[in-house]
């Protein structure tokens, strides 16, 4: 005679069924997506926004390079950590849907790079300086450059970075909204290359590649950063 399976035992049953399934496809051994051409197409996101994939020109505006160590709290170099930043060309325009300039965008510029620290906690980035742009009537945001810090362990870090002496960064609101102590730790003081010792202008120059050395008429700064351990 059948055994008839009472409410409770058939959805027990059920759920087994199920249960086995869903198992049985996370654990079947599967073979590795193909591999294809990346194309001409690939995000251009490295850490030379002055050179364009497929472009024939040179970005407008003054060449500047910003370099800079991850830390820790503690003052241990953070390294591996994923550095981003984004910034205006030189007329003051983002590479965003938002800027209703698009049109007048400068085409040679990347607008976003990309670097991941080395073992001492560094990154390096080439770039041009970024312009001042209005926001709305009598708000002037003084030339900066955003930037967004990751690393696992470490909370994520969302800031900005601004030219030192720039007459308009005690005008602005979000750089005013920043504790007055805390303000120097943001504002970065851009020297003429030839005023960082040959040794540090000498690496940063091999990082890209130019065997020349650094342009004579760029400027070099340095934006040290501290993230925050997750607790
Ligand atoms: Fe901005």
Redesign the pocket.
């Known amino acids: 005679m059948k055994k008839k399976f009472t409410r409770r035992e058939a959805l027990a049953g059920s759920f087994l069924v199920a249960g086995t399934a869903a198992t049985s496809e996370a654990q079947a051994a599967k073979s590795v997506t193909p591999a294809q051409t990346e194309g001409p197409f690939y995000p251009d996101m490295d850490n030379d926004l002055t050179r364009v994939q497929g472009a024939k020109k040179k970005p407008a505006g003054k060449f500047i390079y910003v370099h800079g160590t991850v830390y820790d709290k503690e003052g241990k170099p953070v390294e591996r950590a994923v550095v981003e930043i984004w ?2 060309d030189n007329n003051g325009i ?1 590479n965003h849907a938002g800027d209703p300039r698009q049109a007048d965008r400068d085409v040679n510029f990347q607008f976003f790079g990309r670097c991941v620290t080395d073992k001492k906690g560094h990154y390096t980035f080439k770039t041009i300086k970024p312009a001042a ?1 209005g926001v709305r009537e009598n708000w002037q ?1 003084p030339p ?1 450059i ?1 930037y967004k810090v990751y690393r696992r362990g470490f909370e994520d870090l969302t800031t ?1 970075l601004y030219f030192a002496g720039d007459p308009l960064n005690a005008k602005d609101g979000i750089y005013n909204n920043i504790p007055k102590k805390d303000r120097p730790s943001v504002t970065v003081d851009f020297k003429p290359a030839a005023q960082i010792g040959s040794d540090l202008a000498k690496s940063i120059a091999d990082g890209f590649g130019q065997k020349k050395g650094l342009e004579k008429d760029t400027t070099v700064g340095r934006f040290d950063i501290v993230i925050n351990a997750v607790a």
């Open positions: 910034q205006t983002y742009y945001r900066h955003h900005q």
